[in-house]
C-alpha cells in the first residue's frame, strides 16, 4: 500500500496534468468535450488521493497504537509456555477478583488492589452491537470506530483556561473610528475619549453522558479499554462542546462564532456563490485581521465542494482557473483565494436563503474560548456493582464569546 507522502505526490503529478489543461485553456487553445472532461477526472482523483493519503496516515497511526495479535495459536502457544511465576500471577488475579465478587471493592486488601484490574463498562462480551466486538478473535487488537468528522472550534479559537468557573470579565475597546488630527499652530489639542465595553466567559457544563462497562468486556477485551472509553467519552464532549462553539446563541449557552460574527457580504441570490462575493467577503474583513497568516475560511464540507466548483470566469468563457487550491502536503490545508480552509460541519450544509454559509477572517481574535481545568473523567465503581458493571462519563466547563466581531464575517445567502 502507498505512504501518506507517496499519495501526495500521486496527487501532484495528477494536480499538474489539471493544470497542463488550465495552461491550455489560458493560452487560447480550444478544448474539446474530451479534454474538459479529463480535465473534471483529474481533479477528482487528486482529491481522492488527497483522501486516501489522509486514510493511511491515520490508519498508520492508529495500527502504531496497538499491538497485534494472532488469535487462538499465540493463546495456546502463550499458555503451555507460562512459568509457574506467570501462573502464580494469574492465580493471584483470580483470588483478587473473587475478592472482589464477595466483598466489593471496599474489601480488596492492599495486595488484591495491586493486582486486580477492574476498570471496565456495561458493553458485554456476548452481542456484537455492545461491546463484543472488543474482544479479541484475531487480526488486530483494535476496535473498528465509526468516524463523523466535526470540527475542532479550539484549534482556531483564543482559548483560556483557568482553575476556578468564576465569571470572567475583561474590559473591550474599539477605537479604529478615532485618528489623530493636523494641529494648526497655537491650537487647543482636541480631546477625544477612550470608549470601553465589556465582554466576560461563564462556565457551562457539557457532560459525554454515562458509558457502562462489564467487568466480563474488561477481561476479555484485547484493548486497553479504559483508554478507549475514555477517548470515546472526550469525542462526545468534543462534539457538542464544537456545537455551541459554532452556533451557541449565548443566551445561557455559549455564543458561536456563526452568532456573534456580523454579515460582510451578502449573496445576490439565496441559491447562489459566485467568485466576486467570495473576493468582496474577503475584503470585507480589514487587513490588519488579514495580514501575517491568520485568517481563513471555515464552512461546511458540503458548501466547500460547492465552492471548490466556482472558477474565476471573468472572462466568461467558462473555462477560468479554479480558485480552490490543493494542498500536495500531508497535514496542510488546502487553500481558497490564498487563505486556508478549515472544514466545520455545524455550519451551514446547503447554499439556501438566509443561510449563513461561509465564516472568513481571524479567529483568534474574534473567538475567546474558556476551559475549567481541563476535562474530567469519574468513575462510579459502586452505584452499578450489583450488575458487575462500571460507569464512566467525562464532564468538562466551558464557555466561547466572540469578543471582536470585525475579526471574523460571515457569507450570507439573500
Given amino acids: 500500500m502507498p505512504t501518506p507522502n507517496e499519495l501526495m505526490e500521486q496527487r501532484a503529478n495528477v494536480f499538474a496534468q489539471a493544470e497542463d489543461f488550465l495552461a491550455r485553456s489560458e493560452r487560447g487553445d480550444e478544448l474539446t468535450a474530451e479534454d474538459l472532461a479529463s480535465w473534471d477526472r483529474a481533479n477528482k482523483r487528486a482529491e481522492e488521493l488527497k483522501l486516501q493519503a489522509e486514510n493511511a496516515q491515520r490508519s498508520t497511526d492508529i495500527k502504531a497504537s496497538f499491538e497485534q495479535i494472532d488469535e487462538a495459536a499465540q493463546r495456546a502457544a502463550a499458555d503451555a509456555a507460562r512459568t509457574p511465576e506467570e501462573r502464580d500471577n494469574a492465580k493471584a488475579h483470580n483470588d483478587a477478583f473473587a475478592s472482589y465478587l464477595r466483598n466489593g471493592e471496599s474489601g480488596l486488601s492492599a495486595e488484591d488492589r495491586s493486582v486486580l484490574v477492574a476498570q471496565t463498562r456495561a458493553q458485554g462480551t456476548t452481542s456484537g452491537s455492545v461491546g463484543g466486538y472488543a474482544v479479541p478473535e484475531g487480526f488486530w487488537a483494535k476496535v473498528t470506530e465509526t468516524r463523523k468528522f466535526y470540527a475542532q472550534v479550539a484549534e482556531l479559537a483564543e482559548v483560556i483556561t483557568t482553575d476556578s468557573g468564576a465569571s470572567l470579565p475583561w474590559p473591550t475597546n474599539n477605537d479604529t473610528s478615532n485618528t489623530g488630527r493636523l494641529l494648526a499652530e497655537n491650537t487647543q489639542v482636541t480631546e477625544t475619549a477612550l470608549s470601553f465595553g465589556q465582554a466576560g466567559l461563564d462556565a457551562y457544563t457539557f457532560s459525554s453522558d454515562l458509558i457502562l462497562v462489564s467487568l466480563q468486556l474488561a477481561q476479555d477485551a484485547g484493548i486497553d479499554l479504559p483508554s478507549f472509553v475514555a477517548r470515546k467519552a472526550g469525542e462526545r464532549l468534543g462534539r457538542v462542546e464544537n456545537s455551541y462553539f459554532t452556533t451557541g446563541s449565548g443566551s445561557s449557552e455559549p455564543q458561536g462564532f456563526v452568532t456573534g460574527a456580523t454579515t460582510g457580504k451578502t449573496t445576490a441570490s439565496g ?124 464532564f468538562e466547563r466551558a464557555d466561547s464569546v466572540v469578543q471582536d466581531s470585525s475579526a471574523v464575517k460571515l457569507l450570507v445567502q439573500a
Fill in 271 to 394: 441559491t447562489a456563490i459566485i467568485y466576486n462575493e467570495l473576493i468582496d467577503l474577503v475584503h470585507s474583513v480589514d487587513v490588519a485581521y488579514r495580514e501575517g497568516g491568520a485568517a481563513t475560511f471555515v464552512m461546511n464540507d458540503l458548501i466547500l465542494a460547492y465552492v471548490r466548483k466556482i472558477r474565476d470566469d471573468s472572462g466568461g468563457s467558462g473555462l477560468g482557473r479554479p480558485i480552490w487550491e490543493p494542498s500536495i502536503q500531508v497535514g496542510v490545508p488546502d487553500s481558497l483565494l490564498g487563505y486556508p480552509v478549515r472544514v466545520n460541519n455545524f455550519m451551514a450544509s446547503t447554499v439556501a436563503t438566509t443561510n449563513k454559509t461561509i465564516a472568513f477572517g481571524d479567529f483568534r481574535a474574534a473567538l475567546a474560548l474558556r476551559r475549567v481545568n481541563g476535562g474530567q473523567l469519574m468513575t462510579l465503581r459502586e452505584r452499578y456493582a450489583d450488575y458487575l458493571q462500571i460507569g464512566y462519563f467525562a
